[in-house]
């Protein structure tokens, strides 16, 4: 069930198409944005929650009826800044109250140990991304793990293409540098 947003008009009726452009919109691209959302936040992430405050971050900022590309970038770029903010603030709360950070994962068709070593690895895998500068874990995000193209990375966020390869490069050093750190005993 979707999220419903506050908005000035009525709600449309179930039956009929979204008359509110803002219902348009999260019909069209709620999908895409909670896969970026899965995608950036990790294992942890409470999608519906992200995906409902990335919409209301939408309200706010005065969504206009813009081109599909227009859209999906400005979207994307409100989606990266909502989990970076949300990371954030867990990464603090952890600092501060010590809290762990509990995974979720959706039901598996392997044995259990295998689904153990699975997220055992996603997790490591997800730490190790957050020890990156923002700048390369969304690059590798993007790039490795929804597998967009460099040039589809570039346009959603707004970087030259030059740029996105080169960060890239530098953030999979890194990862592969922090992984190896941490398989030593």
Known sequence: MKPRLVTNTAPPA????????????????????????RSLAGPTADLEDLVH???VVALGKGWKDRGEAAVS?????ITHHVV????????????????????MAPPSPHTPLQELERRERHVR???ALDQ???????????YELEEL??????ELTGIPLGTVW?????????LLQLLAKEAQP
Request: aromatic fraction near 8%.
């Open 166 to 174: 080169v960060r890239l490069h530098r953030g999979r050093e890194r």
């Open 149 to 154: 193209a460099g040039e589809q990375v570039a």
């Open 84 to 103: 970076r903010g949300k990371r954030r603030r867990a990464q603090l709360r952890h600092l501060l109250l010590g809290r762990n950070r509990d995974v």
């Open 53 to 55: 405050d990335i919409f």
């Open 125 to 127: 895998l997800y730490q």
């Open 14 to 37: 179930e039956s009929a198409p979204a008359t509110d452009p803002l219902d348009r919109l999260y019909e069209r691209h709620a999908a895409q944005v909670k896969q970026w959302a």
């Open 132 to 142: 990156l500068p923002d700048s390369y874990r969304t690059m590798l995000i993007l």
């Open 73 to 77: 970038t400005w979207l994307f770029r």
